[in-house]
């Protein structure tokens, strides 16, 4: 079954900690996104990638970082530089050949400070 | 930047009744798209609609764009208990980049 899996579903960080979420998929996609979502709020992008070894910020990258070593995998590290950083983290991928193609989102991680 | 702004915030309606949602947006598009995001879970895409057409329909779905007032609505007919959940629009300039209103909480009561 194709999808996209992000890990783990909770996270608690402490005061100066950095902390990774996973995101990986299996749909063969060139692309993939990191979302912050805030209660009641739309999505905001962090960080996207459209190809291996590449990634761009997005609209509110500053605390966050990115890398991309494989097509698989875009894992985002939220760093002791973002201080607000609770929230929801989606990401979500897309085969990237054409603008503006819909977008398949994993299930989220819910990221809290301890 | 948030672009899409939809309305109206939160909606409450009776099992197989119609729901309308709306959005707007500010500058010019590539495609429009609708996604439901149920409580605590990613979002699905539902339907995209090209800055060319101006309507179209999925199932019990229906979507209308309108670029010269930059506006959208969806409509979900005879609505079920399963359809509660929140309905974003999100809108494709010239990058790959979506971008995002801030939902529609949609409550569907038995």
């Known amino acids: 079954d194709g999808g996209i899996t992000q890990s783990p579903k909770y996270l608690f960080r402490k005061e100066g900690q950095n902390v990774t979420l996973s995101c990986e998929q299996n749909l063969n996609h060139d692309a993939m996104y990191w979302y912050r979502q805030d209660p009641g709020q739309g999505l905001r992008l962090i960080y996207y990638s459209q190809i291996v070894n590449d990634f761009q910020k997005g609209d509110i990258a500053e605390g966050y970082s990115v890398s991309r070593e494989k097509k698989e995998s875009f894992p985002l590290t939220v760093t002791s530089a973002q201080k607000n950083p609770t929230a929801f983290y989606l990401c979500a991928s897309n085969s990237g050949n054409r603008v503006g193609q819909p977008q398949h989102f994993g299930d989220g991680t819910r990221l809290s400070i301890l | 930047s948030q672009q899409g702004e939809e309305d109206p915030q939160a909606l409450s309606i009776q099992e197989g009744e119609n729901a309308t949602m709306n959005c707007s947006y500010k500058t010019s598009i590539n495609n429009l798209q609708w996604y439901r995001q149920n409580s605590g879970r990613g979002l699905v895409h539902l339907i995209l609609?090209?800055?060319?057409?101006r309507e179209k329909h999925s199932g019990r779905l229906r979507v209308t764009l309108d670029t010269s007032k930059k506006s959208s609505s969806l409509l979900i007919t005879a609505s079920r208990a399963a359809d509660t959940a929140s309905y974003f629009c999100a809108t494709v300039g010239g990058a790959q980049k979506l971008v995002f209103g801030q939902g529609t909480r949609l409550t569907i009561n038995p």
């Open positions: 609609i090209r800055s060319n057409e």
